[in-house]
């Protein structure tokens, strides 16, 4: 994300028409004209700091301008409710009412997720409350932002216990050694209703949904989902929507983590005046997937650029990502990506930082295209742009001969060649890696150190970049 936007956060990224035009109202008092989405279902906007002041009176419409990066948007999965595969006890005004108990701004990142969708992330949190099978009673998945693996909590968290779970673990985490010293310490602050877990999480794989359009919902209704390409939304535009929203008894307006907005319980008397407003305003709701299901970096000139050029080559080689999607990112070893494919662009080495050099990139992808798997494979490294395209086909066709094939989340998709990785630590600069298993023999570290019990003057053997430089990743192993 790009840090010089500000945000506002919306919790869950569900807000009510009125709600929304009166934020735009004050917007556009700044002079602006637009506005982005962003990943965890916030808004985010640019902001001169001398108009700061003139915001301040957004916080009377439930909404928090924050300029900086210490709070965070709750994502939920409200906006996949009654259009989408649901667990059978969940419903949208459960979310509501969770979201509702929130009293606080959030520093850790919090997930409220239905298994069974998959528009919204599921592990992308600190706190991944996931639905499960029993009724008001949901997983705990926690990665702290100091830990280096997601664990469970050991019992199934009621719904009404969420946010002060939620308050109590963001008190006390930065102490937190493990899962057991947590729940430790949970138990002797918080009386709560907890259950134990008869069986372990199984989050089944569902193809990415198709997210825009005019769709039916239920007998008489109607849900429309509108995107942008660029993900920059004219106020004017917005504002003049949600005034169509209030005529026609619509209450919320829910924002999605693909730069996208999604409203729900469009009456069948509605849907003419939406069809005219939509073609008023020339707003196309046509858009391929080619395009559609790409999660790139908020006002970053240079990702939308490569976006529009790997979309184009695969138009013009009529290659299908029916059920794919992908993100461009420019954090090299970031583990919370929530697309099935990643591209990565690599800083560019230390030694040359001076000239003007093309860039290179990796490629990954989670096993089985599934972000639920939380496994990153690696399929290329330090390529250059022109190789990108034929190495995204390559991957489409991987994805297509074993769709179908994939039993479950804890099982290994059949393939003629079993893939698995291991992880090391790369050098940023010049890409040699240090592998835990070996050491480094030139440095006299014998094998089986481990990286972090590396002294601090450590320094890469071939470019002599400093530990800081390293970066832990994903290594391939066929």
């Known amino acids: 994300m790009n840090d010089d936007l500000h945000r506002i956060l919306l919790k869950g990224g569900v807000t009510s028409p009125g709600e929304l035009k009166d934020i735009i109202t004050m917007l556009e008092t700044t002079g602006l004209t637009e506005i982005h989405f962003g990943s965890r279902q916030d808004l985010l906007f640019p902001l001169d700091s001398s108009k700061e002041e003139q915001l301040e009176s957004i916080s009377t419409f439930n909404a928090d301008i924050i300029g900086e990066r210490s709070y965070q948007n709750i994502v939920c999965s409200y906006v996949s409710a009654d259009i989408f595969q649901m667990t059978h006890w969940l419903k949208g005004s459960t979310y509501l009412y969770i979201l509702e108990g929130f009293d606080y701004l959030p520093q850790l990142q919090i997930n409220i997720t239905d298994p069974k969708q998959r528009l919204v992330p599921i592990f992308s949190g600190h706190l991944n409350f996931i639905a499960s099978e029993s009724e008001d009673y949901w997983y705990l998945n926690i990665k702290l932002p100091h830990w280096s693996q997601s664990v469970f909590y050991p019992v199934l968290i009621y719904s009404w216990d969420i946010t002060a779970i939620s308050k109590a673990i963001e008190a006390i985490h930065e102490t937190v050694t493990d899962i057991d010293d947590l729940f430790l310490r949970m138990n002797k602050r918080l009386s709560t209703n907890n259950k134990n877990i008869e069986k372990a999480l199984k989050v089944p794989f569902t193809t990415f949904p198709y997210y825009e359009g005019v769709n039916r919902m239920g007998i008489d209704q109607y849900w429309l989902g509108l995107y942008w390409r660029n993900n920059?939304?004219?106020?004017?535009?917005?504002?003049?929507?949600?005034?169509?929203?209030?005529?026609?008894?619509?209450?919320?307006?829910c924002i999605t983590p693909w730069k996208s907005f999604v409203i729900k319980g469009i009456k069948q008397d509605s849907r003419p005046e939406l069809e005219r407003f939509l073609g008023q305003w020339g707003i196309n709701v046509?858009?391929?997937?080619?395009?559609?299901?790409?999660?790139?970096?908020?006002?970053?000139?240079?990702?939308?650029?490569?976006?529009?050029?790997?979309?184009?080559?695969?138009?013009?080689?009529?290659?299908?990502?029916?059920?794919?999607?992908?993100?461009?990112?420019?954090?090299?070893?970031k583990r919370s990506h929530f697309s099935a494919i990643i591209i990565e662009k690599n800083e560019a080495p230390t030694l040359v930082k001076d000239f003007e050099v093309r860039p290179t990139y990796n490629v990954l992808h989670f096993q089985?295209?599934?972000?639920?798997?939380?496994?990153?494979?690696?399929?290329?490294?330090?390529?250059?742009?022109?190789?990108?395209?034929?190495?995204?086909?390559?991957?489409?066709?991987?994805?297509?001969?074993?769709?179908?094939?994939?039993?479950?989340?804890?099982?290994?998709?059949?393939k003629t060649v079993e893939t698995t990785t291991k992880q090391v630590y790369q050098c940023l600069s010049c890409l040699t890696v240090y592998d835990?298993?070996?050491?480094?023999?030139?440095?006299?570290?014998p094998s089986g150190t481990r990286f972090n019990d590396l002294s601090e003057q450590y320094v890469c053997p071939v470019c002599e970049a400093p530990k800081s430089e390293f970066r832990e990743t994903a290594l391939a192993l066929t």
């Open 232 to 253: 920059r939304y004219d106020l004017a535009f917005l504002k003049e929507f949600c005034g169509f929203c209030l005529d026609n008894s619509i209450g919320k307006i």
């Open 286 to 333: 046509r858009h391929s997937q080619l395009e559609m299901n790409w999660h790139v970096p908020v006002d970053d000139k240079e990702a939308l650029e490569l976006k529009k050029f790997l979309v184009r080559s695969f138009d013009q080689n009529d290659i299908s990502t029916y059920g794919l999607t992908f993100g461009i990112s420019n954090d090299v070893g």
């Open 368 to 414: 089985d295209f599934d972000p639920n798997t939380r496994k990153y494979l690696t399929h290329a490294q330090d390529v250059d742009k022109i190789e990108l395209p034929g190495l995204l086909m390559e991957l489409s066709k991987i994805y297509f001969d074993q769709l179908g094939t994939v039993k479950g989340p804890q099982e290994s998709t059949k």
């Open 436 to 445: 835990e298993t070996y050491g480094d023999e030139k440095a006299n570290i």
